[in-house]
């Protein structure tokens, strides 16, 4: 079985300043974790994924996300905020090396103000 | 890039219609998904197919049905549409990329049934 959990369902930072979008998750096996965005009114885009490679995880944008087996987490950071961050982010998990479905968190809404 | 297209964005319909979301993909990907997003509660699997003419259940399927006669297309039938299914549906295909199952979103299609 697997979960995940995103600790904050809003999150609300100034523009430069650092970005922290909490992830736990729960899985029985090895897992790949993924971090997608997903603008007003467009599909899930893929920021990152981790599958048992480097911890430290490196996506567009600027964003990273680190793996932490011993916390159960998968948190996403950014330096500095841009407007153009603004969005809604999901964590999510699945079982390494298969094509069986993936487990959604149910979301966090970052919030870029001026 | 990969494309996922979905037919509808928009779609208005009546308590008890028949109802077709259509989801096209360009790149030869095996498996193909139909999620359901709603506010709070992130995204959750309907169903999802890993070929032609072959489907799986996700974790929502009731009232709802699948069609894939063809490697690019699924489609997502709602056989008499109620209005606790006023949602939006977001289609997906996938590619195993280093292990993990990555998936490409189309925009999505929000369906209202009055």
């Known amino acids: 079985a697997q979960s995940v959990t995103q600790l904050d369902s809003h999150v609300s930072v100034s523009e430069g300043t650092p970005v922290l979008l909490r992830c736990n998750y729960s899985?029985?096996?090895?897992?790949?974790l993924f971090w997608y965005v997903q603008h007003p009114n467009k599909g899930l885009q893929l920021l990152l994924k981790?599958?048992?490679?480097?911890?430290l995880v490196k996506g567009i944008n600027g964003f990273e996300a680190e793996f932490k087996k011993s916390e159960t987490s998968f948190h996403l950071t950014k330096p500095s905020a841009h407007m153009s961050d603004a969005a809604e982010y999901f964590c999510v998990v699945s079982l390494t090396g298969t094509a069986s479905k993936l487990t959604f968190g149910t979301g966090t809404r970052l919030q870029v103000t001026l | 890039d990969v494309k996922v297209t979905q037919s509808s964005r928009y779609l208005v319909k009546r308590t008890g219609e028949k109802v077709f979301l259509e989801c096209v993909q360009d790149m030869d990907h095996e498996n193909m998904f139909w999620y359901r997003q709603d506010p709070g509660l992130g995204l959750r699997l309907i169903y999802f197919s890993y070929d032609v003419k072959m489907k799986e259940k996700g974790d929502i399927p009731e009232g709802y049905s699948v069609s894939r006669e063809k490697k690019e297309r699924f489609s997502l039938i709602l056989e008499s549409a109620s209005t606790n299914q006023t949602s939006m549906y977001l289609c997906?295909?996938?590619?195993?990329?280093?292990?993990?199952?990555?998936?490409?979103f189309g925009a999505g299609s929000r369906l209202t049934v009055l």
């Open positions: 899985s029985s096996y090895s897992p790949s």
């Open positions: 981790y599958t048992s490679a480097a911890t």
């Open positions: 997906a295909s996938s590619l195993v990329s280093g292990g993990a199952n990555v998936l490409t």
